[in-house]
């Protein structure tokens, strides 16, 4: 009994008290403006979650520059309802959506599929669609929500679209995989044996690892494709405490502070967006120049685990056979 209200207490008071210093650090550094990056002319993308929030100004930001962008959600009428929004502000826009349930397997292969028979090339993949602080439940495949949509199926997705991203890169012109973490992976811990939180259940600590695990994954992939040189990069992006319906979930009386502070503290969506666009989009990250771990603009060092190569590779493998995969 003391371990089961141990477990579901801490996570709360390290979440929380993280979240303290992140917004105190966040409101003396300022909001990070993003500089002028090139045209994208020519180049795809493909933005999970892209209907709303920071998603969606990921994709109005890359749509203006150029670039042919694919919204993949849940919510077809949502999505539809962005690209008209963002094909009226810019009539040359070239936006699309295809639906996409990160937490179904069978809807991320099967919108793959669609992709590829488009026979389009794939040069910017931003993993930015998920969940936070839901109730216990389990995805279409069995897994824990926030380990299954945040972590579990952009691991699906973006191995099922790794050939079409090679293919695409280039020298001086990287193909890109950029994963929207948290800085909620310091207080994360990864529990290989129970990644689906069997034993205790707690929101707080399953959306830290979740995003603990979308860090490693972006690590040992980035360190993967460039020791095979591969012309492709993999970095991971904090986009700081933003005012988005990612909080929907928090309980009743947070739910009304946070409602209060997020307009007045919290940072845009625009503002979120800023430093995912950096690593999506700036030529100072081609090559070697990418990977690592980016917070407000800048490159940031992280919590110990995230360096131990062999807790990279084992959450890697289990990961390929909790999905089936070669």
Known sequence: MLSAVRSCLLPIIRLYLLGIKVL?????????????????????????????????EAVRHMAKLGAHVVIGG?????????VRRICEE???????????????????????QRFKEQNLPLNILINNAGV????????????????????LGHFL????????????????????VVSVSSSAHRVGKIGLNDLNS?????????????KLAQLLFSSHLHQELQRRGFP????????GMVDTALYRHLGTPLSLVHSAVARLLFRTPAEGAST?????????LEGEGGGGYWATGHREMTTPPTFDPQLQLSLWETSVQLLGLQ
């Open 24 to 56: 105190l650090v966040q409101l003396l550094s300022g909001p990070f403006r993003l500089p002028v990056m090139p045209r994208q002319d020519g180049k795809v993308a493909i933005v999970t979650g892209g209907s709303r929030g920071i998603g969606y």
């Open 74 to 82: 849940r919510d077809e009428r949502e999505g539809l309802l962005a």
């Open 90 to 112: 810019n009539k040359e826009a070239k936006v699309e959506f295809s639906k996409l349930d990160l937490a179904s397997l069978q809807s991320i292969r099967q919108f793959v």
């Open 132 to 151: 936070m602080l839901v109730p216990e439940g389990r995805t279409e495949d069995g897994f824990e929500q926030h380990i299954g949509v945040n972590y």
């Open 157 to 176: 997705l973006t191995w099922l679209l790794l050939d079409t991203l090679k293919d695409s890169g280039k020298c001086g012109y990287f193909s890109r």
């Open 198 to 210: 069997c034993r205790y259940y707690s929101p707080h600590a399953a959306y830290c690892q979740s």
């Open 232 to 239: 492709l990069s993999s970095c991971a992006v904090d986009p």
């Open 276 to 284: 995912v666009l950096l690593a999506a989009l700036s030529p100072a």
